[in-house]
């Protein structure tokens, strides 16, 4: 099983400029998050998923959107990029329900915006 | 909102005890977990706390008290690969029922020779 895989690793933006970040995940989790972290700083939630088709939004939500049209795949994208969202992006996924909520996550995203 | 609080940075020799402590505020509290990262890799599960008292995990420990909104993460015989940045996160849990887990700002732990 790969886990949670995300694409692409490494991406550079100019302001203004467009990306959609791709989470994908093979163990059949109903949740799935995307988190952003700082440098020096904890994981952000972003915008989360309960299911297929259904989406809600995190802590940081601004300037960010997101869509889970299949149960596997969470999308995260930046219509207008800003160099304030020059982060390492994050995405988990998780079983639902009473467990202990435990996150798997992916190898993160490096975004530079200039 | 939720709140969460720990020490920015731990420093500890090679096979010392250190414990990272955790204060909460949150509502609608459902667990307490601990994550470890090293640098330039992703956050991996340490260990969670659903009710009062300490699990046990290897050299891992972590302890919760709900009364006092508190837990710590006790490491035992420190190895220089323990050198990471270990986060507390409270899980809790809305009127949706959409489990989310809110993270602290982390503590940097150095193991020293």
């Known amino acids: 099983n790969a886990g949670v895989t995300q694409t692409p690793k490494f991406r550079v933006l100019k302001t203004g400029q467009s990306m959609t970040l791709l989470c994908a995940q093979d163990m059949n989790h109903e949740y799935m998050y995307w988190y952003r972290q700082d440098p020096g700083m904890g994981l952000r939630l972003i915008h989360y998923s309960v299911g297929e088709g259904t989406t809600a939004k995190g802590e940081v939500p601004d300037g960010y959107n997101v869509s889970r049209l299949k149960k596997q795949n969470f999308l995260l994208g930046l219509e207008s990029a800003a160099p304030s969202q020059t982060s390492v992006y994050f995405c988990a996924s998780s079983y639902s329900g009473l467990e202990t909520g435990e996150l798997f996550f992916g190898e993160g995203s490096r975004l530079t915006v200039l | 909102g939720q709140s969460l609080e720990q020490p920015s940075e731990v420093t500890a020799v090679e096979g010392a005890i250190v414990q990272i402590n955790c204060t909460y505020q949150t509502s609608g509290f459902y667990g307490l977990s601990w994550y470890q990262q090293h640098d330039g890799g992703a956050p991996t599960f340490l260990s969670y706390n659903g009710l009062d008292g300490l699990e046990e995990t290897g050299r891992f420990s972590s302890f919760l008290s709900r009364s006092d909104s508190y837990g710590y993460l006790l490491l035992q015989e420190l190895q220089m690969k323990d050198s990471a940045s270990y986060f507390c996160?409270?899980?809790?849990?809305?009127?949706?029922?959409?489990?989310?887990?809110?993270f602290g700002d982390g503590t940097t732990l150095t193991v020293k020779p």
């Open positions: 996160a409270v899980r809790d849990f809305y009127n949706t029922n959409a489990g989310k887990s809110t």
